[in-house]
């Protein structure tokens, strides 16, 4: 069973950056598909990247097109979500997920879940 716990979370100016880290546990992290998601105060939780278990493709929601990169190090066992340009709508707890496939991106395809890590930006 792989346990995520995400790091990097915190506060930062509008125009700055974060990198966010997700670092599972357990031996087959190559296994799941990876992806992050945001849950923003008042709103539902909602898709941001996927990652494909090789790291060689990747998806973005419309938000996070042109600013925030997903990536993965399967030596590492860690995901990672690199936030340029941000902006106060993306302030918002930020959730790592491992699933089975690439191809689906709603929260039910995804069966592991870490405990989030905060994002806040000021304008």
């Known amino acids: 069973q792989v346990q995520l716990v995400e790091s990097g979370g915190g506060l930062v100016q509008a125009g700055g950056s974060l990198r966010l880290s997700c670092l599972a546990s357990g031996r087959t992290f190559s296994n799941y598909v990876m992806a992050w998601f945001r849950q923003a105060p008042g709103k539902e939780r909602e898709f941001v990247s996927i990652?494909?278990?090789?790291?060689?493709?990747?998806r973005y929601a419309d938000s996070a097109k042109g600013r925030f990169t997903i990536s993965r190090d399967n030596n590492k066992n860690t995901v990672y979500l690199q936030m340029n340009s941000l902006k106060p709508e993306d302030t918002a707890v930020y959730y790592c997920?491992?699933?089975?496939?690439?191809?689906?991106?709603?929260?039910?395809?995804?069966?592991?879940w870490g405990q989030g890590t905060q994002v806040t930006v000021s304008s």
């Open positions: 990652v494909s278990f090789n790291g060689i493709s990747t």
């Open positions: 997920a491992a699933g089975g496939s690439y191809w689906s991106t709603g929260q039910a395809a995804f069966g592991l």
